[in-house]
């Protein structure tokens, strides 16, 4: 039984390390698909081809859309105590990596853009702090985290509709934000 014991663990050991190969790769491959991401809305800007008004604001209500699914299952974490997989790294979800290939240039839009990068990555900071103080039994903790990650989803979001509005007047005027 002792070896049977032994040679599981050597497998499972091997699997784990295998897996962790596995995830390298998909993130250098996520990496490059980013920088190719960036590249292609960078060279399409000021084209026939450009993102449109109403494409802009698709992946903004999207990105809400995505955030507030978060949040929901962060509060289930908090609430429930048990850890589900939910993405921490505010780079790599859906609308972080939209928001990394965007460079923003319309003035009126411009700053609050740039505003939403800090908020985001707290964010997702937030929900890892959720999962370690869920992870060391600190409910009250995980509650009050996933509390602050709110509050934070609310001002982004309180961002993201701001934006909106400006880009419809925009739109009213026939102005298009990457033309």
């Not at 390298?24 to 081809?49: P, Q, W, Y």
């Not at 939403?116 to 990555?121: G, M, Q, R, V």
Request: charged share 30%; net charge neutral.
């Amino acid at each position: 039984d002792a070896e049977k014991l032994n040679g599981m663990t050597a497998v499972i050991h091997d699997d784990a390390l295998e897996s962790k190969k596995i995830a390298e790769k998909f993130s250098e491959i996520d990496a490059v698909l980013t920088r190719l991401n960036k590249e292609a809305i960078h060279a399409l800007k000021g084209t026939k081809n450009a993102m449109t008004n109403a494409q802009f604001i698709k992946i903004i209500e999207d990105a809400k859309q995505a955030h507030l699914n978060w949040l929901s299952k962060l509060k289930a974490i908090a609430e429930t105590k048990k850890i589900n997989p939910i993405q921490l790294d505010g780079h790599k979800c859906q609308f972080g990596h939209f928001y990394h290939s965007i460079k923003m240039d319309h003035p009126g839009i411009k700053d609050k853009w740039h505003e939403i990068d800090a908020l985001h990555n707290q964010l997702h900071s937030d929900g890892a702090k959720v999962l370690e103080a869920v992870k060391n039994g600190n409910y009250d903790e995980a509650l009050a985290h996933y509390e602050d990650s709110k509050r934070l989803g609310e001002k982004i979001f309180g961002i993201f509709d701001a934006i909106i509005r400006l880009i419809k007047q925009e739109d009213a005027k026939n102005m298009q934000i990457f033309q």
